[in-house]
Nanobody, 119 residues
Framework: QVQLVESGGGLVQAGGSLRLSCAASGTILSAFTMGWYRQAPGKQRELAAAITSGDSTKYVDSVKGRFTISRDNAKNTVYLQMNNLKPEDTAVYYC?????????????WGQGTQVTVSS
């Protein structure tokens, strides 16, 4: 059974930093594209950052220059370093693992971790 477990969320003041971790069990993450999604109250879930199995990264414009996604395949863990946090970053952050198989794909979700940024 595959599990993704997020940690590192919490309450921080604007301008502060947090590092989220997503640890996997039951599968090897190195073959997956990993993503950090976030969902604020009343809003749709959006992709904040992603990293491919080849370590290519992409970010939503609102977090570019402030967030960094990385992976440690030896630890089967993905991280999201969040700096200069803003109140609009407040959301539940979800870890996602996705692997494409041509016409199909497999994906897994973590349970989410709350990030609250106070002004």
């Amino acid at each position: 059974q595959v599990q993704l477990v997020e940690s590192g969320g919490g309450l921080v003041q604007a301008g502060g930093s947090l590092r989220l971790s997503c640890a996997a069990s039951g599968t090897i993450l190195s073959a997956f594209t990993m993503g950090w999604y976030r969902q604020a109250p009343g809003k749709q879930r959006e992709l904040a950052a992603a990293i491919t199995s080849g370590d290519s990264t992409k970010y939503v414009d609102s977090v570019k220059g402030r967030f960094t996604i990385s992976r440690d395949n030896a630890k089967n863990t993905v991280y999201l370093q969040m700096n200069n946090l803003k109140p609009e970053d407040t959301a539940v952050y979800y870890c996602n693992a996705k692997r494409d198989y041509g016409f199909s794909y497999t994906q897994y979700w973590g349970q989410g971790t709350q990030v609250t940024v106070s002004s």
